[in-house]
């Protein structure tokens, strides 16, 4: 569905992206992770037609997205993470007019259907500047979702949002997988990674460092972790099994927690860097 070869982004004395290979397959979440600045949406701009690489070449469904700009167009739908919607329109008036724009065959009955998967029915004469933050990034998906995508793009669809509402928008994810949907997402909610995606990619420094399932990407790294906090300062322990984690716990003269390797562990591992935020 989805193929880089030797993808990179310069600017200038700035390397964005440097020689990423990569094959992202029909219908699965891919997750793109990475630091600030690692390279997650200079990736997204490029597949979405939006920048130009400096090297290399990059496909969706066999059209090149340089050269073939239109038909992939055609195939992608994008969620921006800043929320651009129109706030004195209503939900109804947001989607009516980016369906115009992209000539959406249907465009009332669509907007009809979207509204309801998105539990936005009730809400569609409502003007967006009265919804909540949650409300907003579900609006966000929806048009997204105008045009009948097969590849969907979604740029940390759930910043700033607390748990429960993160939650709710984890679900709407899972539904469109199951619809046969391929996503693309990018995020700094290391939960996030590990609940929705079927492979992840991390970037540092504009490279791929890992690519896998969460879980197989946490296999490698395995053991447990030592959580020591002392004066609001925690320091964390990488150890291989149970036995030495309690050794090392007895050690310490502060409160301790040992836990199971995640993801986020493995991220600072390899980046030196916290992944959430």
Known sequence: MIITQDLSKHYREVVALDGLYLEIHPGEIFGLLGPNGAGKTTTIKILTTLARPTRGRAFLQDYDVVRQPLPVKKLIGVCPQEINLDKELSAYENLWIYGRLYRVP????????????????????????????????????????????????????????????????????????????????????????????????????????????????????????????ENGKREYHLVKDKAEAYSCAQTENCEVIIRQVNLEDVFIQLTGERLSR
């Not at 009809?112 to 539990?119: P, T, V």
């Not at 909610?189 to 791929?208: P, Q």
């Open 106 to 229: 249907g465009l009332h009955q669509r907007i009809k259907e979207l509204l309801e998967f998105g539990d936005l029915r009730d809400r569609a004469s409502h003007l967006v500047k009265n919804f909540s933050g949650g409300m907003q990034r579900r609006l966000l998906i929806l048009r997204a979702l105008l045009s009948r995508p097969q590849v969907l793009f979604l740029d940390e669809p759930t910043v700033g949002l607390d748990p429960q509402v993160r939650r709710q928008l984890w679900s709407l994810i899972q539904q469109l997988k199951q619809e046969g949907i391929t996503i693309v997402l990018t995020t700094h909610y290391i939960e996030e990674a590990e609940m929705l995606c079927d492979r992840v990619g991390i970037l540092n420094r504009g490279r791929l460092i890992a690519l896998d399932t969460p879980a197989a990407i946490v296999a490698r790294l395995g053991g447990y972790v030592v959580e020591a906090t």
